[in-house]
Every structure is written in structure tokens, then in C-alpha cells.
């Protein structure tokens, strides 16, 4: 069923909704039982012409985007009831040209960049020695990348006891099968 993203305000259970966006995007919405959206397939929204599907997250829904219509490589980002970020999954990451001049968005968001769509923003409340840290993490894997490594990432977001404020984050990465992992306490 292809739809406009405005009928979506009441969604029906358990049906796959092919969404037209802007600048010709589009967007698979699956529902549940309830009639609640869980599953979210969509594209990387340009500066341009950013993707609304992901300007405002579904609470519990788990996003798959990809960086342009052809479906090679993805990010998973996966909210709580809350709509809190809780995972980031990338695996593998893509080659930096994969994304155009931005690269991959997880290289952006660990290396402090901004481009299209990037976790960075649902993440607002780290400390600048958690930013710091994944900062270091993202330019050591995007270099991994850039020199043709295959490289996974994954990161898991804790929250403290006001249930807004992330008290931390684990990454777990993989470079050529060689799996290591940090976490990083939000100061």
C-alpha cells in the first residue's frame, strides 16, 4: 500500500506501508498487532532535502537506512518505548564515497562531523569526554576503512536514572575479524 507520510497518523496493525517522500524517498513502515510502527526501512536523507521519517523517531521502532536507493550497506538504529537511541549497529561500515562527501554516517558521527543523517543528534546530552572518545574510535575505524579493512561497528546507549541523559556508551568493533570494544562513561 503506498501512502503519503501524513496518513500514517493512524496506522493500521500489522500492514507494510510504502511511503512517497520528498525528493522521491520512500519509506517501508511495517506496524504490529496494535497498529503500532516497529520497522522502518528508508534512505539517507540529503542536506537538501532531508528524509522526515527520520527527523522524529518512533518510540520501540527499529530503523533500517541506507544511503541511497541501490540498498548496499545500512545502519540500524534501534529506540526504546521512550524513543530514546539505544543501538547503533553498522556492519560492515561503508567506504567513506559510499555516503558521497559526507561518508558513512557512523564515520561522521564518531569522527564530529554532521552530515546527513547522523545519531550524533539523538545523542545530545554526551559529555565532551564521551564525544572525545568516540571521536578517536570513529577517526581510527574510518582510516581502518579507507585502507579497504572490513570493519563492523556497534554501539549500545545506557541511560541513567532520569531516563533522559545517556550514562554511557559501549562500542563493540571489528576490523578484520578482530573484535575489541570500549566503554565510554558520559561525564
Known amino acids: 500500500m503506498v501512502v503519503q507520510p501524513d496518513l500514517l497518523s493512524a496506522p493500521e496493525p500489522d500492514v507494510l506501508y510504502q511511503v512517497s517522500l520528498p525528493g522521491g524517498m520512500q519509506a517501508d513502515v511495517?506496524?504490529?498487532?496494535?497498529?503500532?510502527?516497529?520497522?522502518?526501512?528508508?534512505?539517507?536523507?540529503?542536506?537538501?532535502?532531508?528524509?522526515p521519517v527520520l527527523g522524529a523517531p518512533e518510540a520501540g521502532a527499529t530503523y533500517v537506512v541506507h544511503p541511497a536507493a541501490d540498498g548496499r550497506f545500512a545502519v540500524v538504529l534501534r529506540f526504546d518505548e521512550q524513543a530514546r537511541l539505544v543501538e547503533?549497529?553498522?556492519?560492515?561500515?561503508?567506504?567513506?564515497?559510499?555516503?558521497?562527501?559526507?561518508?558513512?554516517p557512523?564515520?561522521?558521527?564518531?569522527?564530529?562531523?554532521?552530515?546527513?543523517?547522523?545519531?550524533?543528534?539523538?545523542?545530545?546530552?554526551?559529555?565532551?569526554?564521551?564525544?572525545?572518545?568516540?571521536?578517536?574510535?570513529?577517526?581510527?575505524?574510518?582510516?581502518?576503512?579507507?585502507?579497504?579493512?572490513?570493519?563492523?561497528?556497534?554501539l549500545v546507549v545506557f541511560y541513567d536514572g532520569t531516563n533522559v541523559v545517556p550514562a554511557g556508551v559501549r562500542a563493540d568493533w571489528s576490523v578484520d575479524g578482530q573484535v575489541s570494544g570500549e566503554s565510554f562513561d558520559n561525564l
Open 30 to 51: 511495517c506496524t504490529d498487532a496494535a497498529g503500532r510502527v516497529r520497522d522502518i526501512e528508508t534512505v539517507l536523507g540529503m542536506a537538501q532535502v532531508p528524509n
Open 88 to 104: 547503533v549497529v553498522a556492519d560492515p561500515l561503508a567506504p567513506v564515497g559510499s555516503y558521497g562527501t559526507g561518508g558513512h
Open 106 to 154: 557512523l564515520t561522521a558521527l564518531l569522527a564530529g562531523g554532521a552530515e546527513g543523517v547522523s545519531p550524533a543528534a539523538l545523542l545530545a546530552f554526551l559529555g565532551a569526554s564521551t564525544v572525545a572518545g568516540l571521536g578517536r574510535l570513529g577517526v581510527w575505524l574510518a582510516d581502518a576503512v579507507g585502507r579497504g579493512h572490513p570493519v563492523g561497528l556497534r
